[in-house]
């Protein structure tokens, strides 16, 4: 059975495709260098269309409106500019209500373009452009330590990371928010009342890695202007063991954090990256591995949501479940010498 990986690594190639949802202007050329904030591409877009029946307005056939029409396609409009005028002593003026880009134009209607506002995207990871992918983006390609998180509020910033965490168990607390903290990134641990969120705003931050935070918060945690990336769920769940070494044992080194959104379509997720040097071009991570005895995993479920194990072995055909359903699995030994029997859909392979 193919198992998904969740990537905690070391050292490793890493190689990202960044790009808008929509057209626009890519601003780097390739082999250019980047940093995980700068921005490589941006585009215009419209929040909302608005469907101006001049027909209707003025009475008269489309065939006629289409004549009175003054627009055209890709003109752009201020509010209150004259869009028709009719005919007659006292004629009737159509005009725009709000400022935009004419779209369309025919049958006696004009489809406008309003709310435009500006999209900037940026690279998430430092590291150099290998590829300039049309007018979408680009795809930036980078060596480090690769930590992948399970939720993030869609923000991205980079700086030097500095650790408040005791252990995986740690829960950050407003009292150790001051204002030596002020434009780090935080290693933080688990959080559980909005006032940690607010302190961290207040210095301000330049982002937090969480274990874990409680759902209630969720909404909180999308307003802050700095990213926030949690590594294991919701609720109070330690960091896994793989993640805390990691980060840890990396304190006060420049990181950048990318805490976008994770999207199962595409593949992406948030993570953060350690930029180290290297002599040579490390690795690239398998994002996808087959289970099998010996395969250092992650439990994705409760009650042991978030440990690290290894596969002791594969269970042969269906396993009978506490829950009475049947399902693939595997014989697991957790780091603290536990073996329990976990299905395989509830695992993820750590590398």
Not at 53 to 63: E, M, R
Not at 171 to 178: G, I, K, N, Y
Not at 212 to 223: M, T
Request: contains cysteine; proline residues 7%.
């Amino acid at each position: 059975m193919l198992a998904p990986v969740h990537h905690i690594i070391g050292l490793t190639t890493i190689v990202r495709e960044r790009v808008l949802p929509i057209s626009g202007n890519v601003l780097v050329r390739v082999q250019q260098k980047v940093s995980a904030t700068e921005i490589i591409a941006e585009t215009r877009w419209s929040r909302e269309h608005i469907l101006i029946d001049v027909a209707q307005i003025l009475k008269v056939s489309p065939a006629a409106a289409d004549r009175l029409i003054k627009c055209k396609m890709d003109d752009k409009l201020t509010a209150n500019a004259e869009i028709a005028v009719g005919r007659g002593l006292f004629p009737r003026t159509v005009r725009a209500q709000h400022e935009g880009r004419v779209v369309a134009v025919g049958g006696g209607q004009v489809l406008l373009e309003v709310g435009e506002a500006k999209m900037e995207l940026r690279a998430g990871i430092p590291g150099t452009v290998t590829q300039i992918i049309g007018k979408h983006g680009v795809v930036i390609q980078t060596s480090g330590g690769l930590v992948q998180g399970v939720w993030g509020n869609g923000r991205i910033d980079a700086g030097l990371m500095v650790n408040l965490m005791e252990g995986p168990e740690t829960v950050l607390v407003p009292e150790r928010v001051d204002v030596s903290l002020r434009g780090s990134i935080i290693l933080g641990g688990m959080v559980k009342n909005v006032e940690t969120l607010q302190a961290l705003a207040e210095l301000p931050a330049r982002g937090l890695i969480a274990s874990s935070i409680l759902p209630s918060l969720l909404p909180k945690a999308r307003e802050m202007r700095f990213p926030v990336l949690v590594t294991d769920g919701f609720g109070e769940i330690p960091m896994n063991s793989a993640a805390y070494k990691l980060l840890s044992t990396n304190s006060k080194r420049e990181v950048a954090l990318n805490a976008e959104i994770f999207d199962r379509y595409s593949g992406s997720r948030p993570e953060i990256f350690i930029p180290l040097p290297t002599s040579s071009e490390p690795p690239m991570p398998n994002d996808v591995e087959t289970f099998v005895p010996g395969l250092q995993v992650r439990l994705r479920r409760p009650p042991a949501m978030g440990k690290i194990g290894s596969i002791v072995s594969i269970k042969p055909g269906l396993t009978v479940l506490p829950s009475g359903l049947r399902a693939q699995a595997a014989e697991v030994k957790l780091e603290n010498n536990e073996t329990v029997i976990v299905p395989l859909v509830n695992l993820e392979v750590v590398g």
